[in-house]
């Protein structure tokens, strides 16, 4: 399984991003929008004791304040609509989309109710992770639904394409004031591979995973889920110097929970 490998996200919609994840064997970016509200510092002890026999005692100190990460998520809307590409800026979860993978990093554009990504990169020295996140600002608890279903066309080629639901247990702290993994550039969500994409758009499910996956080890936590994307995996050069590009046009359509 391709590790994903993730770094903050920065950028809005329609806007190419600097590469913000450094994915592993994989790619799971997650891209961060603002992070929950930070917690409360603890109150301070109370001061010292009146003068006694002896003195009065030192307060005790204040209690540690939480932090946001665990702030609680919003509920999904009942329609299960992330985004449409229409009207109001397209993407009815609060987010935005962003891009990863420094100079490889693919392009964006939405148009005609259309997310595109296009990509046309050769291989290198070693093994590239380049990708396209639409991130939420917030944690979503996505509990009632079973994944994420988008209709997708086009075409790629001299790489692999890989889908990841992101949530706030594979999300590098670090980068992501939602996350809660503390495992740095290896933080990565579990990964589904997709083989075939025709040249007309054709819907796809794809299930949260119920299975151990990604860096830490363990299943997607549909209740506080941080983004979604779209990676490819560039294999480095052959053994003489062949460098084959990666190709690719991709058309992404009504996102949704299903």
Wanted: charged share 10%; net charge negative; with cysteine.
């Amino acid at each position: 399984m391709t590790e994903i490998r993730k770094r903050a996200f920065v950028g809005i919609v329609g806007l190419v991003s600097a590469g913000l994840f450094s994915l592993g064997c994989s790619s799971s970016s997650s891209t961060p929008g603002t992070g929950g509200t930070s917690g409360h510092a603890g109150t301070t002890g109370s001061t010292a004791g009146t003068t006694g026999s002896g003195g009065g005692t030192t307060g005790s100190a204040g209690a540690t304040g939480t932090g946001g990460a665990t702030a609680a998520c919003v509920t999904a809307s009942s329609s299960g609509l992330i985004a449409d590409f229409m009207g109001d800026g397209g993407i009815e979860v609060v987010g935005g989309l962003s891009g990863y993978g420094g100079v490889a990093m693919p392009t964006f554009t939405t148009t005609n109710n259309t997310l595109e990504i296009m990509e046309n990169n050769p291989a290198g020295a070693s093994p590239q992770y380049v990708g396209t996140v639409l991130y939420f600002n917030n944690c979503v608890n996505a509990s009632a639904f079973t994944g994420v279903k988008f209709n997708l066309g086009g075409s790629y080629s001299g790489c692999t394409l890989q889908f990841s639901i992101n949530d706030v247990q594979h999300d590098d702290m670090v980068t992501d004031p939602k996350g809660t993994c503390t495992l740095g550039t290896m933080c990565y969500s579990p990964q589904a591979s997709i083989t075939t994409v025709m040249s007309n758009a054709v819907p796809v499910m794809e299930p949260f995973i119920t299975t151990a996956g990604g860096n830490p080890s363990a299943p997607t936590d549909k209740s506080m889920l941080t983004g979604i994307q779209w990676q490819f995996t560039i294999a480095p050069a052959g053994d003489g110097g062949t460098a084959e590009s990666c190709v690719a046009d991709l058309k992404i359509s009504d996102i949704s929970f299903y």
